[in-house]
């Protein structure tokens, strides 16, 4: 069972927005921590898609983005396209465990 | 450009250990903390621990207290995470990844496969 919580999936049309939620404590989101985003390709290491809440690394396109409030976050991705079919995964750190946590990730269906 | 490259798959008995290995380059090896994650299949990813740049274990879950060594060889900047009394739960892709103290992990080795099995 994961720290953070994620639904299990979401789907979207092509063209369409979606969300995903990542939902956290007092000891992690809640406690300041920042949140991370990664997407995985199966069969294929995690990439950082958001990095510090709301911010994307060179080569990401800005389709997606991030935000933070209180102990939840959420990623958005607008314009779905295709490749974008993957599992996305939140990341941040709980001081009550001393150590980085990982949400359940979300499998994203692009129909 | 920044690289972290892991060693090969492994199957183990039950009991056994394991010793996977990354190795960095393309960037300065003593700045950055190097994490273990790692993949059950069909599982999520799992934080399993962190040395961090000055050489000592920060942190790790509390499943492998006390079965978990980490070393580095900084003359050829190469992590090793050893594993010991191997289950088939530790069956998994364990990945080595750059980041800071709390994650932020911005390049990501290849994976390694561990298998545990009888």
């Known amino acids: 069972q994961s720290v953070l919580t994620q639904p299990p999936s979401v789907s979207g049309a092509p063209g369409q927005r979606v969300t995903i939620s990542c939902t956290g404590s007092?000891?992690?989101?809640?406690?300041?921590?920042?949140v991370h985003w990664y997407q995985q390709i199966p069969g294929a290491a995690p990439k950082l898609l958001i990095s510090?809440?709301?911010y994307r690394p060179s080569g990401v396109p800005d389709r997606f983005s991030g935000s933070k409030s209180g102990t939840s976050a959420s990623l958005a991705i607008t314009g779905l396209q295709a490749e974008d079919e993957a599992d996305y995964y939140c990341?941040?750190?709980?001081?009550?465990?001393?150590?980085?946590?990982f949400g359940g990730g979300t499998k994203l269906t692009v129909l | 450009q920044v690289q972290l490259v892991q060693s090969g798959a492994e199957v183990k008995k039950p009991g056994a250990s394991v010793k996977v290995s990354c190795k960095a380059s393309?960037?300065?090896?003593?700045?950055?903390?190097i994490h273990w994650v790692r993949q059950a299949p069909g599982q999520g990813l799992e934080w399993t621990t962190m040395?961090?740049?000055?050489?000592?274990?920060?942190s790790f879950t509390q499943g492998f207290q006390g079965r978990i060594t980490m070393t580095r060889d900084t003359s050829t900047s190469t992590l090793y995470m050893e594993l010991s009394s191997l289950r088939s739960e530790d069956t998994a892709v364990y990945y080595c990844?750059?980041?800071?103290?709390?994650?932020?992990?911005?390049?990501w080795g290849q994976g390694t496969l561990v298998t545990v099995s009888s």
């Open positions: 510090g809440n709301n």
């Open positions: 393309g960037y300065a090896f003593t700045n950055y903390y």
């Open positions: 007092s000891s992690d989101i809640g406690a300041g921590f920042d």
């Open positions: 990341q941040s750190y709980d001081s009550s465990l001393s150590g980085v946590v």
């Open positions: 040395i961090n740049p000055g050489g000592g274990i920060t």
């Open positions: 990844a750059r980041g800071d103290r709390y994650g932020n992990f911005d390049y």
